[in-house]
């Protein structure tokens, strides 16, 4: 098993442009989410998912939109980048909610908006 | 909010030592997660936990309820176990269906052979 896969590993952006980050698991997991992880901040989430079709925002979904079309991807999209947004973007997935089950976190994506 | 408070920030042991994280968070809570986040920044869970202690090899969790606190212990600590400990949080009173984690800041252990 892959586990949570994300694509790509470090992009650079210019300021304006947009791009999906992408992540995919193969464990059949139903919650899905997104965080950003900046310099002495902790984890902060942006989107998650509880199923296909169903999506809700997180802490600090500004600038950012998701889709689950089905069970496996949860693409993360950046409509319109700005610096605001340079970070490391963890995907995450679990079986159930985070009281419930431990999380299974790709290896991240390092971006930067100039 | 809960606040989620690590100790310390930044820790560096000798190999073999005995190694204790704290993590103290403010409001009541369903549960708490461990994680550790490798060098080349990969997270991993290391454990979920309400209450008691849990066990996986080397490392030991336990958790105080009353005191609102936890910690990681880390026995005869080894240069592969540097890493950033990472302590998270889910409310007691999140709303069904909320996925609301709080993420502490992080501890960086830094093991020397």
């Known amino acids: 098993n892959a586990g949570v896969t994300q694509t790509p590993k470090f992009q650079v952006l210019k300021t304006g442009q947009s791009m999906t980050l992408q992540c995919a698991q193969d464990?059949?997991?139903?919650?899905m989410s997104w965080y950003r992880q900046d310099p002495g901040m902790g984890l902060r989430l942006i989107h998650y998912s509880v199923g296909a079709g169903i999506t809700d925002q997180g802490e600090v979904p500004n600038g950012y939109n998701v889709s689950r079309s089905t069970t496996e991807d949860f693409p993360l999209r950046l409509l319109s980048a700005a610096p605001s947004q340079t970070s490391v973007y963890f995907c995450a997935s679990s079986y159930d909610e985070p009281y419930l089950s431990p999380l299974h976190f790709g290896n991240g994506t390092r971006l930067t908006v100039t | 909010k809960n606040e989620v408070e690590q100790s310390p920030q930044n820790l560096t042991a000798q190999e073999g030592e005995f190694i204790t994280i704290n993590c103290s968070y403010s409001v009541g809570i369903s549960a708490l997660h461990w994680l550790q986040q490798h060098p080349g920044g990969g997270i991993v869970s290391l454990f979920m936990l309400s209450s008691g202690k849990k066990k996986h090899g080397r490392l030991i969790a336990t958790i105080n309820i009353q005191e609102k606190h936890s910690s990681l212990h880390i026995t005869a600590s080894h240069p592969r176990d540097s890493a950033v400990y990472i302590c998270?949080?889910?409310?007691?009173?999140?709303?069904?269906?909320?996925?609301?984690?709080?993420f502490g800041k992080g501890t960086k252990l830094s093991v020397i052979p």
């Open positions: 464990m059949n997991h139903e919650y």
């Open positions: 998270a949080v889910r409310g007691a009173y999140s709303g069904a269906g909320s996925y609301q984690l709080t």
